[in-house]
């Protein structure tokens, strides 16, 4: 086997030990727990419109949808942002929707809105959705997609596989679309618990089969997104973000030891603090809405911390980015840290910030007072 995927199938053993070498990538190494000199680097939607080349592929592709089922494409766009600027992760191209769609439920985009789902409102639409062993056909071009990356990327890179978690999830099948303040979502969990229950718990299912096929596929980092955690609170928080983000990183850690977890309870404030404790995770990812220096002190504790730099420095650029990312890279510098943007960049990004960020963290950029 000579695969340079995540090792599943070629890991070695030392005979003296019975353990795993330690991972040479950087990213691993930060995941592992190790402070490094300089950061590894990474960005959230790196794969995306701002880049002329993404543009241009999901053309040939069609729409956002084919492009995420066309594996040869979808490897493509997630290898333009390596080619260009040399991260040390790629992050799969697809989306966290498709499982809702693999479930059954139609998904469909509407150009400058967003997503349009079919809805959970009751008993008979939950009851249709499929099993969590019945998404596979569906996301077979996910996984494949998975495979050519693990042979196409560059030896350094590591590649990072990634789901919504279920709370994120739900909100969309439930409401149908993006909402505001997960006002559908909300409702539901209040008026038929025992309904969005088993909604959180069929998504907690199919999530940890989706992602362990994308780790058989060669994924050597799973995270999971949660984009709207921010907006549950007190025994909510603990039963619909922790407890299913505890139980998907469990059952990939006891089916895959190796192979570490990122979780991104995005907005959830002070409630960042335990996170990794709580869940199992072995980085969490911080939203640009959390000091770094609070979380030095807070979360990087417990392990490797990823994030924060405001998107909106890739649109504006200049010395407010050099300075910020540097305050990021300073604060975080005493533990385990990848540095990351705190949401996805966006469509009206300049793609030389982002090289401008690199540079900073890369070789303290000095061009800047
Ligand atoms: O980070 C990456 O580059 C990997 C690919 C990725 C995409 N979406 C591609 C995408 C990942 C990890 C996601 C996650 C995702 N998708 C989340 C969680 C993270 C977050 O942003 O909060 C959510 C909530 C979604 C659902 C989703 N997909 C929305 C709400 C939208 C529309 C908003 C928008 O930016 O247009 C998408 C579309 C989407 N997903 C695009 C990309 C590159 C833009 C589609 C296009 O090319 O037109």
Known sequence: MARTGNGIMTIQTRPETGQAPPPTKTILRALAGETRPVPPIWMMRQAGRYLPEYRA?????????????NSDLAAEVTLQPIRRYGFDAAILFADILLLPQALGMD?????????????????ASFAALGGKDDIHDTLAPVYETVRILSRELPGETTLIGFAGAPWTVA???????????????HALKSENRELFRALIDRLTDSTIEYLSRQIEAGAEVAKIFDSWAGSLTGADFQDFVVAPCRRITRALKQRYPGIPVTGFPREAGEKYAGFARQTGVDCVALDNSVDPVWAAKHVQVDGCVQGNLAASHMVTGGAALVKQTRAIVAALSGGPHIFNLGHGIT????????HLMIDTVRSGFRGWP
């Open 57 to 69: 592929t999901r053309a040939q592709a069609g729409d956002f949808l084919s492009l995420c089922y």
């Open 107 to 123: 998904l469909w985009f509407v150009t400058g809105e967003g997503p349009r789902l079919s809805t959970i409102t009751d008993k």
């Open 171 to 185: 909100t969309y099948m439930i409401a149908g679309r993006g909402t505001p303040d997960q006002g559908p979502a």
């Open 347 to 354: 469509p009206d990004a300049d793609p030389d910030n982002v």
